[in-house]
């Protein structure tokens, strides 16, 4: 347990109005309380860190001038709001985040009136912020009344095509709206592209210094309560740019690029905002990623997630692993067919070392793409190398892949281009909840036609569909994986290719016969054992692909058995639904085979651990043998007899 910081000011903050009555220097001291008490808390939590860190000053300049929750905050993503939670009457909660029955590590709806808006994914909060003023402006009335609408969103973010779509949209429709465009120059990963290089222009040169001296030295033209530190000219509106040509274009008003860790440019500058903007506005503000605590300022990707740590080393307090993780054996296995095949390349969307293509950029930098944060174009680009004559590999989490959905099916699948997708945190995920799980790749791709879907069970079967992934140049193809580590099964020297369709017997039985798609095989197995000391003794069966179906095992499971029951790490509609057609069609339910299939329930599962959440699920080993137990009526011999 990490010694708390001392928050005197901190202390006497319940909500955001009791900041209305501090001053500018006590407004100065209150940020620098928040940062080492977000510290604090992510310690005992672990957590995203570095993005809070970096607008801790912001974030209390907005609630200190804006009417939360009346105005609209929207923040972008959202990993970067737990200061923001602290201030609107959470800090109770703050070091349960992540955690089953504790704090979203994102902004929530049903967590908090000042979280207006849910997200997890990037690029949302324009489009968000836009339709509240829209709202406001035709009578909407929602609980807490509409005042302004804000976005504050990242320079990564920035760089996906639904935001420009919403800046569009709102240059064009003139509403009031303040977008703060928080300028870190790094998200997950350095960002990437024109864009970048056009904000790291902006504030490159001399103006930004000089738009420094001027914040602090020219004349007020605010009114009297709002003058303490506010020295401001009334050109700050109207004509410092500052090269903001791009945005101005869009029908923003653009001002900055300001400092955004000094208090006496923010608080001028956003009060002259809210008392004057009549149209959609643009503030860029230049921040520091993992500001004000040394190590997650020294690393790479500067504190963006972190376990439990030390507060004064930073050394994360990380289980050692028992085996290698599934994201890695990927990389490796990618890697090493790269080096046979010059025609393997790899995309990600701004993703590199969570997809495991860091390995690849390190080895075969000419061939490995980090696109941004676009999926969209990171999906379609991979066809047009497919189209090209080379065998890209687009590694998205599952979670991401959901954003490209249309380009897979329009510009991969009815093309039938051979472009491999590799499904990283497929399933449960844990601690980032609902919005992170891999929960529907299954069914989403397993209905297009021409498509090959595989899922792994272990990381030696891997490591073989990522060798078949490379061999395979008819239509597109795609295998699934989890976060995480192995089960720790032997890997072979190197992936061989399977035979596409094809599942394999793990172990013969009687009476009923599971069929497993994806790492619930563990779980299988185990289960299996305890069935075993009850006289059962089910047969397995991996069935690695969800489509093409392996006809021939499926249908001598049903034949061989009184029971059929199918397992898979996804929503309904997917393997299970598959294998169930494929029996209505052969007419085997005529015969009266018991079949089962399970699989996520139909509802969004909070965050949690992933064993904790697969409880929820009932998909774990107890849940598995239950099923079994019930599908042959021991179960209920067992309560009759009790």
């Not at 504030?203 to 001296?213: H, I, N, R, V």
């Not at 503030?283 to 690393?299: C, D, L, Q």
Request: glycine share 10%; proline share 5%; aromatic share 6%.
């Amino acid at each position: 347990m990490s010694q708390r910081p001392d928050t005197p000011l901190l202390d006497n903050v319940q909500e955001p109005s009791d900041l209305k009555r501090l001053s500018d220097s006590e407004l100065r001291q209150l940020a620098h309380e928040l940062r080492a008490e977000t510290i604090s808390a992510v310690s005992e939590t672990g957590g995203h860190l570095g993005a809070g860190l970096g607008v801790v000053e912001l974030t209390v300049a907005l609630h200190a001038i804006w009417d939360a929750p009346k105005d609209r905050i929207v923040w972008d993503v959202s990993h970067q709001t737990y200061p923001h939670k602290i201030l609107t009457g959470r800090r109770d909660r703050i070091r349960t985040l992540r955690q089953k029955g504790g704090l979203s590590g994102f902004t929530k709806r049903s967590e908090s009136p000042y979280d207006p808006f849910g997200a997890a994914h990037s690029s949302t909060s324009i489009s968000a912020a836009l339709g509240f003023a829209v709202a406001r402006d035709l009578g909407g009335a929602p609980e807490h009344g509409l005042g302004d609408a804000i976005a504050v969103i990242g320079d990564g973010a920035m760089s996906a095509g639904m935001a420009f779509e919403a800046m569009n949209n709102a240059g064009h429709l003139k509403k009031r709206l303040v977008v703060i465009l928080n300028d870190n120059d790094m998200s997950i990963a350095p960002p990437v592209g024109a864009l970048s290089n056009y904000l790291s222009r902006l504030y490159a040169g001399d103006p930004f210094q000089e738009l420094k001296a001027a914040a602090k030295g020219a004349v007020s033209l605010l009114p009297p309560p709002f003058q303490e530190g506010a020295k401001k000219a009334k050109d700050m509106l109207k004509s410092v740019t500052v090269g903001g040509t791009l945005f101005e274009e869009l029908g923003f008003s653009y001002i900055g690029p300001l400092d955004g860790h000094d208090m006496s440019q923010l608080l001028p500058v956003l009060r002259t905002v809210k008392a004057r903007a009549t149209g959609p506005v643009l503030i860029h503000v230049v921040t520091k990623k993992g500001k004000g605590y040394g190590p997650a300022e020294r690393a790479s990707d500067k504190g963006h997630a972190t376990a439990k740590f030390d507060v004064v080393s930073g050394k994360q307090s990380k289980a050692p692993s028992n085996a290698p993780s599934y994201t890695s054996i990927f990389g490796k296995e990618l890697v090493r067919l790269a080096a046979e095949d010059p025609r393997i390349c790899a995309v990600t969307a701004a993703m590199p070392d969570g997809t495991g293509l860091n390995l690849m950029a390190e080895r075969y930098p000419s061939r490995t793409f980090d696109v941004g944060i676009a999926e969209q174009h990171g999906v379609t680009f991979s066809a047009g190398l497919a189209a090209g004559g080379l065998r890209p590999f687009c590694a998205l989490y599952s979670t991401f892949l959901q954003r490209g959905y249309d380009q897979v099916v329009h510009d991969v699948a009815i093309q039938r281009l051979p472009v491999r997708f590799a499904i990283d945190r497929a399933g449960l995920v844990g601690a980032d909840g609902a919005t992170h799980a891999g929960s529907f790749d299954i069914a989403f791709l397993a209905n297009l036609p021409g498509f090959t879907v595989m899922a792994a069970a272990d990381e030696a079967e891997l490591m073989h569909m990522v060798a078949t992934a490379a061999a395979h140049d008819d239509g597109p193809i795609a295998f699934r994986y989890p976060r995480g580590e192995g089960v720790g099964v032997d890997l072979p020297e190197k992936g061989q290719p399977l035979s596409i369709g094809k599942g394999r017997m793990i172990r013969k039985g009687a009476r009923v016969a599971i069929l497993s798609f994806g790492t619930r095989l563990a779980e299988v197995e185990t289960a299996c054992e305890a069935l075993a000391a009850r006289g059962i003794e089910p047969t397995i069966a991996d069935a690695r692909f969800a489509k093409p179906l392996d006809r021939e095992l499926i249908l001598s499971l049903a034949a061989d058995h009184e029971a059929l029951i199918t397992i898979e790490e996804g929503a309904i509609g997917g393997f299970g639904s598959h294998v169930a057609q494929l029996l209505a069609e052969e007419g085997v339910f005529d015969r009266g085979l018991k079949y089962r299939s399970m699989v996520l329930p139909d509802t969004f599962i909070d965050q949690s651990s992933p064993s904790d959440m697969y409880a929820t699920a009932a998909m774990n080993a107890p849940h598995i043998e239950a099923k079994v137990l019930e599908v042959l009526g021991v179960a209920q011999m067992g309560q009759r007899k009790a």
